[in-house]
T-cell receptor
Framework: GQNIDQPTEMTATEGAIVQINCTYQ??????LFWYQQHAGEAPTFLSY??LDGLEEKGRFSSFLSRSKGYSYLLLKELQMKDSASYLC??????????WGAGTKLIIKP | EAGVAQSPRYKIIEKRQSVAFWCNPI?????LYWYQQILGQGPKLLIQ????????DSQLPKDRFSAERLKGVDSTLKIQPAKLEDSAVYLC??????????FGPGTRLTVT
């Protein structure tokens, strides 16, 4: 079957670094997405990885290991506005996204 | 570029009533998705359109849900009759040349 696993909730301190992990199992694989979703809002795109390695985009970086079925999202210099849910989604052989339940990130001052 | 538009933003209905949601994707985006998102869960795909054709509706509860995209642009999703468990946010997303999905603001449905 197809499955995405990510932690339900994480807590971090403002200014710190946090890593949100995601493991996936899909029928075929065409890339891994990370989306940010603030409470009561729609998901917004953060990153897309299809090749192994680290992609850096400002304070956010995303890593992919296809052989391990593993990805992580790294958030640096955390700000209060980073409090949100972070959704991991893998694209299967039909180019459809298989979504995780999301990781709720709580930032404390 | 204008984003994905959805209406209404909020809807409260009683069980067994019907409701319809509307979505207008980003201009030129051929692929359109309807998702259902229950609080604390990831989006669940209901139906995928490519232009005005259905690509995948395997997870659409067809006894009560229907969707159409007649002219290959905007789309409507209908629930008739609604059940309590249909309370959720209904998200519309469109895709252009890349694989990135752009989401509308969603419709929050409460069934009482």
């Amino acid at each position: 079957g197809q499955n995405i696993d990510q932690p339900t909730e994480m807590t971090a301190t403002e200014g710190a670094i946090v890593q949100i992990n995601c493991t996936y199992q899909t029928s075929g694989f065409n890339g891994l997405f990370w989306y940010q979703q603030h409470a009561g809002e729609a998901p917004t795109f953060l990153s897309y990885n299809v090749l192994d390695g680290l992609e850096e985009k400002g304070r956010f970086s995303s890593f992919l290991s296809r052989s391990k079925g593993y990805s992580y999202l790294l958030l640096k210099e955390l700000q209060m506005k980073d409090s949100a849910s972070y959704l991991c989604a893998a694209m299967d052989s039909n180019y459809q996204l298989i979504w995780g339940a999301g990781t709720k990130l709580i930032i404390k001052p | 570029e204008a984003g994905v538009a959805q209406s209404p933003r909020y809807k409260i209905i009683e069980k067994r009533q019907s409701v319809a949601f509307w979505c207008n994707p980003i201009s030129g985006h051929a692929t359109l998705y309807w998702y259902q998102q229950i609080l604390g869960q990831g989006p669940k795909l209901l139906i995928q359109f490519q232009n005005n054709g259905v690509v995948d509706d395997s997870q659409l509860p067809k006894d009560r849900f229907s969707a159409e995209r007649l002219k290959g642009v905007d789309s409507t999703l209908k629930i008739q009759p609604a059940k309590l468990e249909d309370s959720a946010v209904y998200l519309c997303a469109s895709v252009g040349r890349t694989y990135e999905q752009y989401f509308g603001p969603g419709t929050r449905l409460t069934v009482t």
